[in-house]
């Protein structure tokens, strides 16, 4: 096993600097300045903004720039955001513990849902249970969370007033008040983001169950007298987990792109508001500071989804 995880560390990090170069060009080709407030205003005299972008390289080459940026990284560097005016590693882990407390709770959201649903909907198929269930998978994955945001602000912010739809980072309240106030505005967040994964999730450990229940050790272990409890959560459950942790592993870097949407329509001072905000303003540092820890995300990802294939199932082997 650890021969297989150093392997697949090497490989991953051509693949990490091939994508950084490519998000870095892209970047650095778009249009857009990130001085163009500075060169707009008439106080600010041009020779300014001039030393600015000698100081920061601006106009050096794009292969040169990256190199420059890589380095940095590499030295625990992370840049300087133009916009907040505040060192990239700074700004981002002032919003990290809210994203990952939102993201998390969601995720968790999700999975708590999906697995009973799907497991009770695949031990009784077509049955009454499984065609609502299936329904409501497909209309809560269909819709989308900008939708399903805006549906909850509707109904329970404006007509009935009981969650607010702006998410403050600083409550001027303490103890138990202050969790309170932090919870009551993160439920309709979680709840937007935790029932589209959930719905998602729901249709894959549906029919990976039914792959597995029809199996002869499923029938074996029945006929040596385990109950039915046992049988689905020891032999069932554990094998039928094995697609579901890929597309659970996967999911993880997708649920911070629908944290871009649900947190600008819920104002959560998260990195997926920061990316809009640093994208508009065309602060290449904290766009490539986020976007590169989204695409090592994804490398992890991947990674801890094979390892967990060995443990859920010991006829998986690496060595």
Known sequence: MSK?????????????????????TVLALAPGDPFEELVTNPNVPPEVTARLREQLGLDDPVLVR???????????EWGFSFASRMDVDRLILQRLPTTLWVLGAAQFLGILVALPIGTLSAMRPYSVFDQVATTLAFIGFSLPTFFTGLLFILVFSISLDWLPFIYQADIDATGWRWYWGH????IMPIAVLGLFQGAALTRFVR???LDVIRLDYVNTARAKGLSEQITIVKHVVRNALIPVVTLVALQIPAIF??????????????IGSLLIASILANDTPVVMAITFVLTALVLISSLAADIVYAVLDPRISYN
Do not use: D, N
Not at 4 to 24: D, E, H, K, N, T
Not at 66 to 76: H, I, P
């Open 4 to 24: 297989y995880v150093i392997r697949r560390v090497v490989i991953a990090v051509p693949a990490l600097l091939g994508i950084s170069l490519a998000l870095f």
């Open 257 to 270: 792109t629908g944290a871009v949407i649900t947190e600008q329509i819920f104002r959560v001072p998260g």
């Open 207 to 209: 029919s990976a169950v």
């Open 66 to 76: 990256y190199v420059r940026w890589l380095g940095a990284m590499l030295r625990g």
């Open 183 to 186: 919870l009551r505005q993160a």
